[in-house]
């Protein structure tokens, strides 16, 4: 599902950045560019890092 409209980013794109260690919604968005244009995702971007594991995953 599309997390970020304005940059075409997934929710599996968000996670798998947050898996690698992005942990917050800057972090993710210089990975990713979600957030980067109007904003209106970083709530959900916000929730998702909260219930994502971060580290490296094996």
């Known amino acids: 599902m599309y997390v970020c409209l304005c940059a075409g ?8 950045a947050v898996e690698d260690g992005a942990s ?9 560019g979600a957030g980067t244009v109007c904003g209106r995702c970083k709530n959900n971007i916000r929730a998702l890092i909260a219930r994502t594991p971060a580290g490296p995953r094996y």
């Not at 917050?24 to 990713?32: A, I, N, W």
């Open 9 to 16: 980013v997934t929710s599996q794109q968000v996670i798998d």
């Open 24 to 32: 917050s919604t800057k972090l993710v968005g210089e990975r990713t």
